[in-house]
């Protein structure tokens, strides 16, 4: 019986199949944001039947949900943009320099939205988003 070695998967080549496979969700993310707000919408026409209205509603969060759940693989290919331009050194001419920006600023933005996202729905239990954002009492 001739054994076949198989070779593992570098981290380059695994974050080009993840890569892909994140790009390949861009269509998905625009269906589910499509059926998102085609539920609210109805919802919001359909105000006099309670039982349709209220399903709708729950189907817009549902499908808000699972798309707060896609988007995290989103932070994966800046990292890696990240890297990469990183490895290069400090950008010397204003175009490298305006994308390192641009990546670092794609990074705190998801970071935070998803913070927001984790807090808001209920998973980190121990910070509340109105205690930030209610007016100071003196």
């Known amino acids: 019986?001739?054994?076949?070695?198989?070779?593992?998967?570098?981290?380059?080549?695994a974050t080009a199949n993840f890569q892909q496979l994140v790009r390949s969700t861009d269509g998905l993310d625009?269906?589910?944001?499509?059926?998102?707000?085609?539920?609210?919408?109805?919802s919001w026409l359909l105000m006099a039947n309670f039982a349709l209205n209220k399903s709708l509603?729950?189907?817009s969060r549902?499908?808000?949900m699972a798309?707060?759940?896609?988007?995290l693989g989103r932070l994966v290919p800046e990292f890696v943009?990240?890297?990469?331009?990183m490895s290069k050194g400090i950008p010397s001419n204003p175009k490298r320099g305006l994308d390192l920006v641009r990546v670092l600023s794609n990074i705190v933005y998801f970071i935070c939205d998803h913070l927001y996202w984790l807090i808001s729905s209920g998973v980190?239990?121990?910070?509340?988003?109105?205690?930030y954002f209610s007016p100071m009492v003196s």
């Open 1 to 13: 019986m001739k054994r076949v070695r198989s070779r593992g998967l570098t981290f380059a080549a």
């Open 30 to 42: 625009m269906l589910s944001k499509a059926i998102q707000y085609i539920s609210l919408l109805l």
């Open 57 to 59: 509603i729950n189907l």
């Open 62 to 64: 549902n499908v808000s």
């Open 67 to 71: 798309r707060s759940w896609m988007r």
């Open 81 to 85: 943009t990240l890297e990469e331009m």
């Open 124 to 131: 980190i239990p121990f910070l509340s988003i109105e205690s």
